[in-house]
């Protein structure tokens, strides 16, 4: 089946920086739109980052000139690389791929920003 498997999580330092990436499989992973999404304790599931098949990327207004989010198509990833985190980027991240009306997530990835 469709897997999508996080990796990167890790406790950090409010001001530094921390790179996400996540692997795909079973899918046609070009046609895809891919995205970062985050939850933190008590809260809905937020859209941190998404890139298009055709590489056009969007963020949400808190994260702005700090992510930036990037997919390789030969390698059928998509990291997201985040710099200047705040202890509220505390969260678990989820990789998300979306086609027509497919929509896989991942399990989940623990980013946790504290001194």
């Known amino acids: 089946q469709v897997q999508l498997v996080e990796s990167g999580g890790d406790l950090v330092q409010p001001g530094g920086s921390l790179s996400l990436s996540c692997a795909a499989s079973?899918?046609?992973?070009?046609?895809?739109?891919m995205a970062w999404f985050r939850q933190a304790p008590g809260n809905q599931r937020d859209l941190v980052a998404k890139i298009t098949s055709g590489g056009d990327a969007n963020y949400a207004d808190s994260v702005k000139g700090r992510f930036t989010i990037s997919r390789d198509n030969a390698k059928n990833t998509v990291s997201l690389r985040m710099n200047s985190l705040k202890p509220e980027d505390t969260a678990v991240y989820y990789c998300n791929a979306n086609w027509t009306t497919l929509n896989y997530w991942g399990q989940g990835t623990q980013v946790t920003v504290s001194s």
């Open positions: 079973r899918i046609i992973f070009k046609l895809y739109t």
